[in-house]
Nanobody, 126 residues
Framework: VQLQASGGGLVQAGGSLRLSCAAS????????VAWFRQAPGKEREAVAA????????YYSRSVSGRFTISRDNTKIMAYLQMNSLEPEDTAVYYC????????????????????WGLGTQVTVSS
């Protein structure tokens, strides 16, 4: 599975952005998808994840209630809708995928993800 994130940009605090993750490969639908982010000088952190069928989602505490992860398996796409953006959300955002049956207990662990796309920069100005 090859992944490519897009949709980043510069936005004022309180604004919104929608990130997209385009996938190639028929096995995308068999993979759980997550969004991670990495700010300068900080470790990569998990933001949100969605199960292969889209029925289960997970969010980090810092974005819960503001971000929404979704996917469209017919289009082989995943999305991250980001609302009420804060300067602390500034980072490079990456989409990632993995295929194990059970991933809920480790959805936030970056090393567990086999497939990664290039990131997209999100900058939130105050």
């Amino acid at each position: 599975v090859q992944l490519q994130a897009s949709g980043g940009g510069l936005v004022q605090a309180g604004g919104s952005l929608r990130l997209s993750c385009a996938a190639s490969g028929r096995t995308f639908n068999n993979n759980h998808v997550a969004w991670f982010r990495q700010a300068p000088g900080k470790e990569r952190e998990a933001v949100a994840a969605i199960s292969r069928g889209g029925s289960t989602t997970y969010y980090s505490r810092s974005v819960s209630g503001r971000f929404t992860i979704s996917r469209d398996n017919t289009k082989i796409m995943a999305y991250l809708q980001m609302n009420s953006l804060e300067p602390e959300d500034t980072a490079v955002y990456y989409c990632a995928a993995r295929s194990e049956v059970n991933f809920g207990g480790t959805w936030y662990e970056a090393p567990k993800y086999k497939y990664w796309g290039l990131g997209t920069q999100v900058t939130v100005s105050s």
